[in-house]
């Protein structure tokens, strides 16, 4: 499903072409984009608003207020809400009230209303198509920066032979998820994210943890998905759900179970960012039964977990980049830079418990970027959504570098 989770209108005007915008719609719906109809009157000429709206499983969207009870459609939401406005069929008509800004439906309206790219499939006859004010309207919408997709030659519905047919729906729907893919900076890149806490036993109902929510973690994987990445999430317990389809996830409780699951996914990685807040120890032995309340004191034996970036840093090979997450509560650079020579990591994301609105458990954070490089990259206090675009950003400048 290469259109999971788009928002995308479309537009449907009174062309014979209009029969075809039921298989681009169900195209896209396939995909898995999100669709709202909106047609002109004529539209609903050549096709039934009924079969559209069975197909996106919403209402399709025509006048200011629909007939049966009143409810405005308002142009403005639809046009924020939308990532991509696609126009097929696009009509002489249609296309001249968009480039001379004759808002008079409800289609037109919320063409401009919109944001987001608009693209336009044409659809006439050869005459009306070679017609210097279609041309002209054209020229006049790639002025504004709304990409047409040719029509291509063909045999016509009038019977006539020549440009004017609108490209078949596969092709639109190509069209539409070439264009989300090209504004995708990690296509076809695999990284390994660890997030959360582990759970360390100490018997069968006690363990060692921190309060790490995992939320910075999650976000950089929603991120990494959203830019075409392929993401192999390891996260400790923790009660965060994700869907995207390029995300696979793997749930463990431990250091070592993280370390074995890392170990085994990275050789086939471009890139590791290590989020999780792992153990450093844990009980050199686990009891098998509850421990009992004994003595006024009592103490229990750690020993060290693996260092699972530092082994990662080993394995690391040319191709590969590797990323650290460091929270510090004092001499903050220094030590987050000393974590990153140690661990042999490319960069490292400091975030300092000093720092308000930063660490665990927000949804804000307040990052410092430190590269092996000694360059360091401040950033404002964010949402962790924004934080996590901040770090895949500079995640694909250095993997352009390799
Ligand atoms: N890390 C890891 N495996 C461990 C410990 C840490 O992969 N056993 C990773 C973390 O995910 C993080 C980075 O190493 O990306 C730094 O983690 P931190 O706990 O700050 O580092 P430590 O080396 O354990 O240093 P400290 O003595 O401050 O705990």
Redesign the pocket.
Known sequence: MRLEGKHIILGITGSIAAYKAAYLLRGLVKEGAEVQVVMTPAAKEFITPVTMSALSGKPVASEFFAANDGTWHSHVDMGQWADLMLIAPVTAATLGKMAHGIADNLLVTTYMSTKCPVFVAPAMDLDMFRHPSTLKNLDILRSFGNVILEPAEGELASGLHGKGRMQEPEQLVEEVVNFFNSKKKLLNKKVLV?AGPTYEKIDPVRFIGNYSSGKMGFALVEELAEQGAQVVLVAGPVSLQLTHPNIQRIDVQS?SEMYEVCLHHFPEMDAAI???????YRPKQTAAQKMKRQTNEMSINLEA??????SLGKLKTGRQLLV?????TNDEEQ?ALG?LQ??NLDF?VLNSLQDQGAGFGVDTNKITILSKDNNAQVFELKHKTEVAADIVEKLTQELAKL
Do not use: P, Q, S, W
Request: a neutral charge; proline letters at 0%; one cysteine or more.
């Open positions: 660890t250091a290590m989020c999780a807040a792992v153990a450093d977990t693996a260092d699972i970036a530092a650290g997450f460091a929270l510090e030590n974590k140690k661990k490292i």
